[in-house]
């Protein structure tokens, strides 16, 4: 069962996954703290390479399936124009001024 959007327990990884579904490049931008890195399948990413090919240029989507972690880790059915739909893991690193400094994906 897909939790909504609006009911994800921290506040960050909402904004997040709310910005990915709005394909609203600024807001997804705006939740990341300066210098944010991230990882794809264990290997780490530019970030802005893979946000641009992986989410906005691709009509990325995030559909949340379960949460864990006081809602920073999540584990949803993830598609994009590229690759169509394949379940995902998420992990995001939020800081203390309620930005994330990094997050992780890969296939679950």
Same mark, same amino acid.
């Given at each position: 069962? &897909? /939790?909504?959007?609006?009911?994800?327990?921290?506040? &960050?990884?909402?904004?997040?996954? %709310?910005?990915? =579904? %709005?394909?609203?490049?600024?807001?997804?931008?705006?939740?990341? %703290?300066?210098?944010?890195?991230?990882?794809?399948?264990?290997?780490?990413?530019?970030? &802005?390479?893979?946000?641009?090919?992986? /989410?906005?240029?691709? =009509?990325?989507?995030?559909?949340?399936?379960?949460?864990? =972690?006081?809602?920073?880790?999540?584990?949803?059915?993830?598609? =994009?124009? +590229?690759?169509?739909?394949?379940? +995902?893991?998420?992990?995001?690193?939020?800081?203390?001024?309620?930005?994330?400094?990094?997050?992780? &994906?890969?296939?679950?």
């Amino acid at each position: 069962m &897909t /939790i909504q959007t609006s009911k994800l327990s921290d506040p &960050t990884v909402r904004a997040f996954v %709310a910005a990915v =579904n %709005a394909h609203d490049r600024d807001a997804f931008m705006g939740v990341l %703290a300066p210098g944010a890195t991230m990882a794809d399948d264990g290997t780490d990413r530019d970030l &802005t390479d893979w946000v641009d090919r992986e /989410i906005f240029s691709s =009509n990325g989507h995030l559909e949340v399936d379960n949460e864990s =972690n006081r809602g920073r880790d999540l584990v949803a059915s993830y598609r =994009n124009d +590229t690759y169509g739909e394949m379940r +995902t893991r998420w992990h995001f690193e939020v800081e203390d001024d309620g930005r994330i400094s990094r997050f992780e &994906t890969g296939q679950a």
